[in-house]
């Protein structure tokens, strides 16, 4: 499993940025998938997780953006989305994606995801 993300960049508030975290190995349906970011000076977080595709989709979501954040996942792209709109300063991080072969759940705990990409910063101008 070979994860690598796209879509950051620079956005004024308000604004919607998609990040993408395309697997080269072709197995990603057969992960959960989570979101994490880490600011300067901050601990990484949990933003968005989503399970193994075999399963119902169960999601989880950070409680600072929910209903702004959708993830998402195409099987046949081998890839997985973050849909961040309405996006705020509070939001500027360094953007990672991750995998981990648990199955039927989600976790936020980055210590359970044994794949990482390289990350993509999102900055969030006032």
């Known amino acids: 499993l070979q994860l690598a993300e796209s879509g950051g960049g620079l956005v004024q508030s308000g604004g919607s940025l998609n990040l993408s975290c395309v697997d080269s190995g072709h197995t990603l349906r057969y992960y959960a998938v989570g979101w994490f970011r880490q600011a300067p000076g901050k601990e990484r977080e949990a933003v968005s997780c989503?399970?193994?595709?075999?399963?119902?989709?169960?999601?989880y979501y950070t409680e600072s953006v929910k209903g702004r954040f959708t993830i998402s996942r195409d099987n046949a792209k081998n890839t997985a989305f973050l849909q961040m709109n309405s996006l705020k300063p509070e939001d500027t991080a360094v953007y990672s994606c991750a995998a981990t072969q648990l199955e039927n759940r989600v976790t936020r705990d980055p210590g359970m995801y044994a794949y990482w990409g390289q990350g993509t910063q999102v900055t969030v101008s006032s």
């Open positions: 989503i399970n193994n595709s075999d399963y119902d989709g169960q999601t």
